[in-house]
Nanobody, 120 residues
Framework: QVQLVESGGGLVQPGGSLRLSCAAS????????MAWYRQAPGKQRELVAS???????NYPDSVKGRFTISRDNAKNTVYLQMNSLKPEDTAVYYC??????????????WGQGTQVTVSS
């Protein structure tokens, strides 16, 4: 059984930084894409950043130049470095991964979410 466990959320002042981590565990054969999404109150969940096994990354314009996604394939872990945070970045951040296991095949997995609050 695969689990994604996020950490690193919290309260930060505008202009500050936070680093989120998400570790995948279980009977993992292969992880292809990994990504971070966020959902603010009353809004739809949106993609924040994605990274493929090749290292190719993708960001929406709202975070480009401020957020950086990276991954450690040996540790099955993805990171999100968030700099120059703004109040509008406040949301619950979710980790997502496309994982192949020996028993379930290819599936899409989600973490439980971690709260990020940007406020003075």
């Amino acid at each position: 059984q695969v689990q994604l466990v996020e950490s690193g959320g919290g309260l930060v002042q505008p202009g500050g930084s936070l680093r989120l981590s998400c570790a995948a565990s279980g009977s993992i054969f292969k992880i292809t894409a990994m990504a971070w999404y966020r959902q603010a109150p009353g809004k739809q969940r949106e993609l924040v950043a994605s990274i493929f096994s090749t290292g190719s990354t993708n960001y929406p314009d709202s975070v480009k130049g401020r957020f950086t996604i990276s991954r450690d394939n040996a540790k099955n872990t993805v990171y999100l470095q968030m700099n120059s945070l703004k109040p509008e970045d406040t949301a619950v951040y979710y980790c997502n991964a496309d994982i192949t296991t020996s028993d379930m095949g290819f599936r899409d997995y989600w973490g439980q979410g971690t709260q990020v609050t940007v406020s003075s």
